[in-house]
């Protein structure tokens, strides 16, 4: 999938290039967009037909959706905010190799452990 950092400035941003490909596992997690910054956004559709559902794989039928509805979510899957003295960022990626071994997510990472800890 393609990635897409933020056109806003932002210290977690800083030094990625604007486009990025990364292999990796993506979820259909709402986000409250009004109250984050936005990071880090992917390409891919998030609708419900392009995912699975993790209660039914629990139950042992994996790569399934049959029965289960997801309303369609915002592709945001990276994002920064002030909780009141604490700073917070969210990354969705990040779940393997896929991830790891790409420089742009190295570097998306150092920048957000840098960000939180007030560098």
């Known amino acids: 999938m393609a990635y897409t950092a933020s056109t806003l400035p932002h210290p977690v941003t800083q030094g990625l290039p604007p486009h ?10 709402q986000v409250f ?13 998030f609708t419900r037909d392009h995912f699975w559902s993790a209660d039914l794989a629990v139950r042992g039928h994996m790569f399934a959706n049959e029965g289960w509805d997801h309303p369609p979510v915002q592709p945001l899957i990276g994002w920064a905010k002030q909780a009141l003295a604490s700073r917070l960022v969210y990354l ?16 998306l990472v150092r920048n957000a452990m840098r960000w939180v800890a007030g560098q």
Do not use: I, K, M, S
């Open 20 to 29: 990025f490909a990364l292999q990796d596992e993506l979820y259909l997690a």
């Open 92 to 107: 969705q990626p990040g779940d393997g190799p896929g991830a790891w071994d790409n420089a742009a997510y190295r570097t």
């Open 33 to 45: 967009a009004d109250d984050v910054v936005p990071l880090l956004t992917c390409d891919a559709p």
